[in-house]
C-alpha cells in the first residue's frame, strides 16, 4: 500500500520495522446533523466533497453533449453526416483521454493534482465554447469551438479515470460497507446529474432566444458555471484528502508480467519441456512479479472474451445524441400539453434507468430467481442486449416512415433555388431555362440549378413607379443544400441555407397550424418549413422577411 502523503507533498517516515506507514484515521465529522446523515451511509466528509465534484462536473459534460449534435447543425450550419461525426469524434476523445490521465496519475502527477489540472483544463474549454457559440460571426466560432472542444474532451476524460478511484482513496481498506455506499451513491451521481443536465440545458437552449435564434452561448455558459463550482467544491475539500504519490502504473507491470511469462513459456517449449508444465502460462512469469498480480492479471484475460463485442455495443449506444437526437428533430413531439425537445430524448433512457432498477433488483429479479431463472449477470446482459436490437428496429421503421414525407435528394453538382417576391409589384424572372411570372408576395418552386455562373434578370411590372430592369450575376457550391432570394423594392438579397438539413431534405410533419411560430423563428433555414409557412408568410411585414434574410446572409457567408 502506497505511504500517506501530506499536503506538502512529504510521505510520512514509516514505522519503526521499516513498513509504511498505514493511512490514518477516518476523521471526525462535527455538527450533529450533518454526522448523523454521514453516519447513516457509513461516509467521511472527504468523500461527500468528492460525490459533489462528480455531480457537477457530470451536469457540465452531458448537458454539452446534449445539445451538441443541434448546436453543430443549427449553430455552425453542418450537414446531419458532418454533425454526426463530430460529435462521435468527440466521444472517442473523451473516452480516450482517459487512458492519458490514468498514465500521468500513476507516474507523473497523482490522482490529486492530476484532478485539479485537468478540471482547470475542462473549465477553460467549457468558457471557450460558450464565447465562441453566438449565433452571429464573432471571430471565428467554428475554430473556437474545435477548441473548446478538445480541451472539454482532454478535461473531462482525464478527470474521470481518477476521480472515482481518489474516492475510494479516502476509504480504509478494510472498510467494505463504505466501499459499497461510496460505489452506489458515485454511479447513482452521475445518472441523476446526467438526467438534470439532460431535461434542463435542452430548454435552456430553445425557450430562450439569442438573436432570435437558439441560445446555445447561454445552455453552455451554464455549463461552464457547472464545471467552475466543481472546481471550487473540489478545492474546498482539499484539508481533509488523503493524497498518495504516484505509484506506478498498473497497466505496465501486466503488460511486462505477460511478456515475461510469454518469454518463459516460448524458453520452455524451445528446451524440449525440461521442466514441468505449469497450470497456467501465466505462471511462467518471472518470480519477482507478485502473486496477487498473476492472479489479477488470469481474470483480466479471461474478460477479454467479451471486450471485442463492446466497441459495438457503444457505437450503437451513442446514437443516442447523434442520429436519434436528428431524428427526433424532424418529429411531431408533442404529448398532450406537454411538448418535449428533440435533445431532451435521450435523457429518457436515464429516467428508465433510475426507475426501473429497483424495480427489476427488488422484485422482478427475486421472482426468476425461485424459477431458477437469470441468475447469472451473463444471461441479464443478454436480454438486455435483445431488448436494445428491438429498440433499434423500432427506430428503423420510424425512419423508413419519417423518409416517406422528405424531399427527394438532388443528384451530385445541382443545388435548388426559390424565389420570394416581397416587392409592391408583380415580376418577370428569367434565368437559365426558366421564366416565372411572379406576382406580389408569391414564393416560387423549388428549381434544381446546376453550380455554374448563371444570370437572374428581373423585370417589374404594374408598378406604381417606374418599372426597372436589373441583371444578378450569382453561382453556388457544393456546400449550398438551398438559395432563396428575396426581391424587396426592386432590390435582391440572397439567403443561402448551407448544410442545414440532410440531402434527401427535411420532414414535413410539423402541422401547419404551427407555421406562424416557424415563421418567427427562423423558417427560411428548413426548406420543408418553407413549404408549409409559403401561405403565412405574406401576413408578416415584408421588412421582418427582409431583415431576417440579411441577418442569416451575414450568418451563412462567415460561419467560422
Given at each position: 500500500?502506497?505511504?500517506?502523503?501530506?499536503?506538502?507533498?512529504?510521505?510520512?517516515?514509516?514505522?519503526?520495522?521499516?513498513?509504511?506507514?498505514?493511512?490514518?484515521?477516518?476523521?471526525?465529522?462535527?455538527?450533529?446533523?450533518?454526522?448523523?446523515?454521514?453516519?447513516?451511509?457509513?461516509?467521511?466528509?472527504?468523500?461527500?466533497?468528492?460525490?459533489?465534484?462528480?455531480?457537477?462536473?457530470?451536469?457540465?459534460?452531458?448537458?454539452?453533449?446534449?445539445?451538441?449534435?443541434?448546436?453543430?447543425?443549427?449553430?455552425?450550419?453542418?450537414?446531419?453526416?458532418?454533425?454526426?461525426?463530430?460529435?462521435?469524434?468527440?466521444?472517442?476523445?473523451?473516452?480516450?483521454?482517459?487512458?492519458?490521465?490514468?498514465?500521468?496519475?500513476?507516474?507523473?502527477?497523482?490522482?490529486?493534482?492530476?484532478?485539479?489540472?485537468?478540471?482547470?483544463?475542462?473549465?477553460?474549454?467549457?468558457?471557450?465554447?460558450?464565447?465562441?457559440?453566438?449565433?452571429?460571426?464573432?471571430?471565428?466560432?467554428?475554430?473556437?469551438?474545435?477548441?473548446?472542444?478538445?480541451?472539454?474532451?482532454?478535461?473531462?476524460?482525464?478527470?474521470?479515470?481518477?476521480?472515482?478511484?481518489?474516492?475510494?482513496?479516502?476509504?480504509?481498506?478494510?472498510?467494505?460497507?463504505?466501499?459499497?455506499?461510496?460505489?452506489?451513491?458515485?454511479?447513482?451521481?452521475?445518472?441523476?446529474?446526467?438526467?438534470?443536465?439532460?431535461?434542463?440545458?435542452?430548454?435552456?437552449?430553445?425557450?430562450?432566444?439569442?438573436?432570435?435564434?437558439?441560445?446555445?452561448?447561454?445552455?453552455?455558459?451554464?455549463?461552464?458555471?457547472?464545471?467552475?463550482?466543481?472546481?471550487?467544491?473540489?478545492?474546498?475539500?482539499?484539508?481533509?484528502?488523503?493524497?498518495?504519490?504516484?505509484?506506478?502504473?498498473?497497466?505496465?507491470?501486466?503488460?511486462?508480467?505477460?511478456?515475461?511469462?510469454?518469454?518463459?513459456?516460448?524458453?520452455?517449449?524451445?528446451?524440449?519441456?525440461?521442466?514441468?508444465?505449469?497450470?497456467?502460462?501465466?505462471?511462467?512469469?518471472?518470480?519477482?512479479?507478485?502473486?496477487?498480480?498473476?492472479?489479477?492479471?488470469?481474470?483480466?484475460?479471461?474478460?477479454?472474451?467479451?471486450?471485442?463485442?463492446?466497441?459495438?455495443?457503444?457505437?450503437?449506444?451513442?446514437?443516442?445524441?447523434?442520429?436519434?437526437?436528428?431524428?427526433?428533430?424532424?418529429?411531431?413531439?408533442?404529448?398532450?400539453?406537454?411538448?418535449?425537445?428533440?435533445?431532451?430524448?435521450?435523457?429518457?433512457?436515464?429516467?428508465?434507468?433510475?426507475?426501473?432498477?429497483?424495480?427489476?433488483?427488488?422484485?422482478?429479479?427475486?421472482?426468476?430467481?425461485?424459477?431458477?431463472?437469470?441468475?447469472?449477470?451473463?444471461?441479464?446482459?443478454?436480454?438486455?442486449?435483445?431488448?436494445?436490437?428491438?429498440?433499434?428496429?423500432?427506430?428503423?421503421?420510424?425512419?423508413?416512415?419519417?423518409?416517406?414525407?422528405?424531399?427527394?435528394?438532388?443528384?451530385?453538382?445541382?443545388?435548388?433555388?426559390?424565389?420570394?417576391?416581397?416587392?409592391?409589384?408583380?415580376?418577370?424572372?428569367?434565368?437559365?431555362?426558366?421564366?416565372?411570372?411572379?406576382?406580389?408576395?408569391?414564393?416560387?418552386?423549388?428549381?434544381?440549378?446546376?453550380?455554374?455562373?448563371?444570370?437572374?434578370?428581373?423585370?417589374?411590372?404594374?408598378?406604381?413607379?417606374?418599372?426597372?430592369?436589373?441583371?444578378?450575376?450569382?453561382?453556388?457550391?457544393?456546400?449550398?443544400?438551398?438559395?432563396?432570394?428575396?426581391?424587396?423594392?426592386?432590390?435582391?438579397?440572397?439567403?443561402?441555407?448551407?448544410?442545414?438539413?440532410?440531402?434527401?431534405?427535411?420532414?414535413?410533419?410539423?402541422?401547419?397550424?404551427?407555421?406562424?411560430?416557424?415563421?418567427?423563428?427562423?423558417?427560411f433555414r428548413k426548406p420543408a418549413c418553407e413549404t408549409i409557412c409559403s401561405i403565412s408568410?405574406?401576413?408578416?411585414?415584408?421588412?421582418?422577411?427582409?431583415?431576417?434574410?440579411?441577418?442569416?446572409?451575414?450568418?451563412?457567408?462567415?460561419?467560422?
Amino acid at each position: 500500500m502506497p505511504e500517506y502523503e501530506t499536503m506538502d507533498d512529504q510521505p510520512s517516515q514509516g514505522t519503526d520495522n521499516g513498513k509504511p506507514a498505514s493511512k490514518p484515521d477516518l476523521p471526525k465529522v462535527s455538527g450533529r446533523a450533518w454526522g448523523r446523515l454521514l453516519k447513516l451511509f457509513h461516509l467521511n466528509t472527504s468523500v461527500i466533497f468528492i460525490l459533489a465534484t462528480e455531480f457537477f462536473e457530470k451536469i457540465a459534460f452531458f448537458g454539452q453533449k446534449a445539445i451538441l449534435v443541434l448546436f453543430f447543425t443549427d449553430g455552425l450550419s453542418l450537414s446531419e453526416s458532418k454533425a454526426t461525426s463530430l460529435y462521435h469524434v468527440f466521444t472517442f476523445f473523451a473516452t480516450t483521454f482517459t487512458i492519458l490521465g490514468a498514465f500521468l496519475s500513476d507516474y507523473v502527477c497523482g490522482r490529486y493534482r492530476s484532478i485539479l489540472i485537468f478540471s482547470i483544463i475542462f473549465l477553460g474549454g467549457a468558457t471557450l465554447l460558450s464565447a465562441t457559440a453566438y449565433p452571429i460571426p464573432i471571430g471565428m466560432p467554428g475554430v473556437g469551438s474545435a477548441i473548446g472542444l478538445f480541451l472539454i474532451s482532454l478535461g473531462f476524460g482525464s478527470i474521470q479515470s481518477n476521480l472515482s478511484h481518489f474516492g475510494a482513496d479516502q476509504i480504509g481498506m478494510k472498510e467494505e460497507k463504505q466501499y459499497w455506499t461510496y460505489f452506489s451513491l458515485f454511479y447513482f451521481s452521475v445518472n441523476l446529474a446526467s438526467l438534470i443536465s439532460g431535461i434542463c440545458v435542452p430548454i435552456l437552449r430553445e425557450d430562450v432566444k439569442c438573436l432570435n435564434a437558439d441560445c446555445f452561448p447561454l445552455a453552455f455558459g451554464v455549463c461552464s458555471i457547472a464545471v467552475l463550482v466543481a472546481l471550487v467544491i473540489f478545492g474546498v475539500g482539499t484539508p481533509r484528502y488523503k493524497i498518495y504519490p504516484p505509484s506506478g502504473n498498473l497497466f505496465c507491470k501486466v503488460f511486462s508480467a505477460t511478456w515475461s511469462a510469454l518469454k518463459n513459456k516460448i524458453k520452455w517449449l524451445r528446451n524440449k519441456k525440461n521442466e514441468k508444465a505449469r497450470e497456467h502460462w501465466l505462471d511462467w512469469a518471472d518470480p519477482r512479479y507478485e502473486q496477487d498480480l498473476i492472479s489479477d492479471a488470469k481474470k483480466l484475460y479471461n474478460l477479454l472474451v467479451l471486450y471485442p463485442l463492446m466497441p459495438m455495443y457503444w457505437a450503437l449506444y451513442e446514437q443516442q445524441g447523434s442520429r436519434w437526437t436528428l431524428q427526433a428533430h424532424e418529429m411531431e413531439l408533442s404529448m398532450g400539453s406537454i411538448t418535449l425537445k428533440p435533445d431532451q430524448l435521450q435523457s429518457l433512457n436515464l429516467f428508465f434507468v433510475l426507475f426501473l432498477l429497483p424495480i427489476f433488483e427488488g422484485i422482478i429479479y427475486p421472482q426468476f430467481e425461485k424459477i431458477n431463472l437469470l441468475l447469472q449477470p451473463v444471461t441479464r446482459m443478454s436480454i438486455g442486449l435483445f431488448g436494445a436490437v428491438v429498440a433499434f428496429l423500432i427506430a428503423g421503421i420510424v425512419q423508413l416512415q419519417i423518409q416517406k414525407w422528405q424531399l427527394p435528394p438532388q443528384p451530385d453538382g445541382v443545388t435548388e433555388l426559390k424565389i420570394f417576391n416581397g416587392a409592391l409589384c408583380n415580376l418577370n424572372i428569367d434565368f437559365l431555362e426558366n421564366h416565372l411570372v411572379m406576382d406580389q408576395h408569391a414564393l416560387s418552386p423549388s428549381y434544381p440549378v446546376p453550380m455554374v455562373p448563371y444570370t437572374l434578370r428581373i423585370v417589374p411590372e404594374r408598378c406604381s413607379l417606374p418599372p426597372v430592369s436589373g441583371s444578378i450575376n450569382f453561382t453556388t457550391d457544393s456546400k449550398t443544400r438551398s438559395t432563396l432570394f428575396i426581391v424587396q423594392d426592386l432590390k435582391t438579397r440572397e439567403l443561402n441555407v448551407t448544410q442545414d438539413l440532410p440531402l434527401a431534405g427535411n420532414s414535413i410533419t410539423k402541422p401547419q397550424q404551427n407555421c406562424e411560430t416557424e415563421v418567427q423563428t427562423g423558417c427560411f433555414r428548413k426548406p420543408a418549413c418553407e413549404t408549409i409557412c409559403s401561405i403565412s408568410l405574406h401576413t408578416r411585414t415584408i421588412w421582418q422577411v427582409f431583415f431576417r434574410a440579411v441577418r442569416w446572409s451575414w450568418a451563412q457567408f462567415y460561419p467560422y
